[in-house]
């Protein structure tokens, strides 16, 4: 227990570990393992064996008195069936014999607007009931039939394999009835309804539903009957409260520290948007040097995720863009070629392969405007319309469809998807040759890649982009990498491109940009080890809180 705790500091930083670290509460609590020194305090109290008889004694007068029917009797609980050993003083229990009612809940049409509402499976969440989405009941009958009580439960009959059998308690917040997904009981006297609560969300009873859940196309099934036979550990009344004592007490704890982790990781992550905000609207290279040195001392304590290095990346394509990366480089070599003569030298070549039949003639591109330009650039650079410096290589005869990918072979396939490769094919046919390095960029992803090896295209959406041979490609990519197109989902994003206007500097500063940006890049890949390297030790320290708070003689329950 004191290992749990200890570590709590640890393992609280993400929602995820929150979640899973209240599951190992719960499981510590139906096993007694929470209470463990409570019963060396307390060890005169009633067994659950004395307030099962009680139970049994009061069921049977209500069935005299005739206030419930005889039910069919449940099968006792064999050692085979236990799923660990219980303290000394608990039972095993079949729900069914402990609890009452297990009924299905109203199948009439619900409305939009009304008084009573009708609870529904999306409204059972984490153990509790969420008014929210609700829809109402408009049949006076049913609104007497299903009027749910004060500490009811109801529980989720059906809904996905992950989420069948979900239970939550309900508090008489307001009057409510509940819908046939769901099954309603309630608990005998001597049985906490929140203790009942806690066993019902807890990795015991997730493990139960897996095992006796019937699984049809889209959804999974847990009928009343399954529902009453689940195995219930019963400790003695007082113990129940205080098991309820320690949970409320354990949650309270994992809550408030993550948190006061979400408000270090929100202030960090704060802290370090204004620097990257800083550094993309630096007025002059004295402010920008200085901030760039402010984000590099520390950005260790500024950033706690990805996403921090990923918008870092970002920032870092923005300086380059604009030239902020290279100013000093510009006042040590004022005299180097401007980007404008490189732009005639472009046009010449285009002009000569034109003339050679190689390309055809484009559109007059309209000149560009001053309201265009989204921000100044460098003396010498030029800011030109992105199709001036490229032409597309057709590839539809060599296109290769997805379901023929292989996931080994000759020649690497390169497609608009995520990742650089996206598979193999064995036929040389399809195969580009590269000689100069290429862009790929993904039509309806809007992926950019750079390519300077033999590849086959991927099928629909795999745009190739030639680069005429005074353009710096890498120095192109990154220009790409910087550009926001905007998401139009799962549709075409080429033409946008197209539209865009890109920055050209000279040939020479081109390549100093290029070096810079890759080291800067390579400095972020450190930065995601790091983070890769912490997230993992967090693991590894979940996973020794797992095993250390699941040591039992029979079995551990899996709750990852």
């Not at 609980?77 to 095993?92: A, N, T, V």
């Not at 009924?103 to 609870?119: A, C, H, M, N, Q």
């Not at 408030?256 to 202030?267: D, G, P, V």
């Not at 890498?474 to 075409?492: A, H, Q």
């Amino acid at each position: 227990m004191e290992f749990l705790t200890d570590n709590f500091k640890h393992l609280t930083t993400t929602p995820e570990n929150v979640e899973q670290l209240k599951k190992l509460v719960l499981q510590m609590a139906v096993q007694g393992r929470l209470t463990a020194n409570w019963r060396e305090e307390n060890p005169d109290m009633e067994p659950a064996s004395v307030l099962l008889e009680k139970i049994k004694a009061e069921k049977e007068k209500l069935i005299k008195d005739g206030q419930i029917k005889r039910q069919k009797p449940l099968p006792a609980i064999s050692d085979e069936e236990k799923p660990f050993d219980l303290p000394g003083s608990w039972e095993w229990e079949r729900l069914g014999n402990v609890g009452m009612g297990f009924e299905y809940g109203t199948s009439s049409k619900s409305i939009r607007v009304g008084d009573i509402p009708v609870l529904r499976m999306g409204n059972l969440q984490n153990g509790e009931i969420i008014w929210d989405n609700l829809v109402y009941s408009a049949n006076e009958n049913d609104n007497q039939m299903y009027l749910l009580q004060e500490n009811d439960l109801l529980f989720n009959r059906t809904n996905s394999r992950e989420l069948v059998g979900k239970t939550s308690l309900f508090s008489n917040y307001r009057k409510a009835i509940y819908a046939g997904y769901l099954i309603r009981f309630h608990m005998m006297n001597g049985i906490s309804s929140v203790y009942t609560n806690y066993v019902m969300n807890s990795p015991l009873h997730r493990n139960w539903c897996d095992e006796v859940k019937t699984d049809a196309i889209g959804q999974s099934n847990i009928n009343a009957t399954k529902l009453k036979n689940f195995r219930f550990p019963v400790p003695p009344l007082a113990e129940q409260q205080a098991i309820v004592s320690k949970v409320e007490q354990l949650f309270s704890q994992i809550d408030q520290l993550h948190a006061l982790a979400q408000k270090r990781i929100n202030y960090r992550e704060k802290s370090a948007k204004a620097l990257f905000s800083k550094i993309n609207n630096a007025g002059n290279d004295a402010e920008l040097q200085d901030t760039w040195q402010t984000l590099t001392s520390h950005f260790h304590n500024l950033t706690q995720s990805k996403e921090s290095v990923k918008q870092l990346r970002q920032s870092i394509l923005q300086m380059a863009v604009q030239g902020k990366l290279t100013a000093k480089w510009r006042e040590e070599n004022p005299d180097v070629e401007p980007a404008g003569v490189l732009l005639e030298k472009i046009k010449a070549e285009k002009e000569q392969l034109i003339k050679d039949g190689k390309i055809k003639r484009e559109k007059t591109l309209p000149p560009i405007s001053e309201e265009e330009m989204p921000y100044e650039l460098p003396n010498n650079w030029v800011w030109i319309r992105f199709p001036f410096v490229f032409t597309t290589i057709s590839s539809r005869e060599k296109q290769v469809m997805t379901k023929e990918y292989l996931s080994q072979g000759k020649y690497p396939i390169v497609d608009q998807g995520q990742k650089l490769i996206g598979g193999y094919f064995n036929d040389s046919s399809k195969l580009i040759r590269v000689k100069t390095p290429l862009i790929i960029f993904g039509d309806h992803t809007k992926e950019v890649k750079y390519v300077n090896f033999d590849f086959i295209p991927g099928a629909d959406g795999t745009k190739i982009l030639k680069f005429f041979f005074r353009i710096n490609v890498e120095f192109t990519y990154y220009s790409l990498k910087s550009l926001d197109l905007g998401n139009r989902g799962y549709s075409r994003h080429f033409k946008i491109l197209k539209n865009k206007l890109i920055p050209i500097c000279p040939v020479e500063e081109q390549e100093v940009i290029v070096t810079k940006v890759k080291q800067l890049m390579s400095w972020c890949d450190e930065l995601e080890k790091k983070i890769e390297k912490r997230d993992a030790y967090q693991g590894k320290m979940m996973q020794a809180v797992v095993k250390q708070a699941f040591k039992m003689e029979k079995e551990t329950v899996e709750v990852l």
